[in-house]
């Protein structure tokens, strides 16, 4: 069974495409890409420092 998709496409009053609607559309979802993506790098970090900090809290070894 084929499943047919109807693709429709912002256009200006004149009939020409709205590229300046689009234009905003991709910043809009650029912005909220780069953000999650942050926040994610932001975690990995934090989890990063967190355990070598508690490396280096750890009272050294020493044998005589």
């Known amino acids: 069974m084929q ?5 429709s496409v912002r256009l200006k009053p004149s009939g ?16 909220e890409v780069v953000a ?8 990995v970090l934090k ?3 967190s355990s070598s900090r508690s490396d280096r809290q750890r009272a050294p070894a020493y044998t005589c």
Request: cysteine-free; proline content about 0%; glycine content about 4%.
């Open 47 to 49: 989890r990063l420092l």
């Open 16 to 31: 020409e495409v709205d590229t300046a609607y689009y234009i905003a559309q991709a910043k809009q979802q650029r912005g």
């Open 3 to 7: 499943v047919e998709q109807e693709i």
């Open 36 to 43: 999650a993506s942050l926040k994610t790098l932001s975690k």
